[in-house]
């Protein structure tokens, strides 16, 4: 089993960015696909980026494709998730995950972390 830490969440306006880690208990550069999800109220958990780690492969929402960045800190076993140009409609508790398929879909993810909330004020 894979333990994930979530922290950096915060409020930001509209427009601004945030930066959010994933604490990894495993290697980073092994070949587990580690993602971001979000939730909002009362919506499902949606993938939101992709990581195969150990290849750097990524994959994103259309959402936030070109806002979003999900990257590897190999030596910290962290992965985080730059995102700029928040807009409203990204805000909810983010969670990362840590999986064998490499997907943005929530079915292949078996370990979690506790989540952190990201508020975007418009």
């Known amino acids: 089993q894979v333990q994930l830490v979530e922290s950096g969440g915060g409020s930001v306006q509209a427009g601004g960015s945030l930066r959010l880690s994933c604490a990894v208990s495993?290697?980073?550069?092994?070949?587990?696909?580690i993602a971001w999800f979000r939730q909002a109220p009362g919506k499902e958990r949606d993938g939101v980026a992709a990581?195969?780690?150990?290849?750097?492969?990524?994959i994103y929402a259309d959402s936030v494709r070109g806002r979003f960045t999900i990257s590897p800190d190999n030596a910290e076993n962290t992965v985080y998730l730059q995102m700029n140009n928040l807009k409203p409609d990204d805000a909810g508790v983010y969670y990362c995950?840590?999986?064998?398929?490499?997907?943005?879909?929530?079915?292949?993810?078996?370990?979690w972390g506790q989540g952190t909330q990201v508020t975007v004020s418009s």
């Open positions: 995950a840590a999986g064998q398929i490499f997907s943005i879909r929530s079915r292949y993810y078996n370990d």
């Open positions: 990581l195969l780690a150990g290849t750097g492969a990524t």
């Open positions: 495993t290697s980073t550069s092994s070949s587990l696909s």
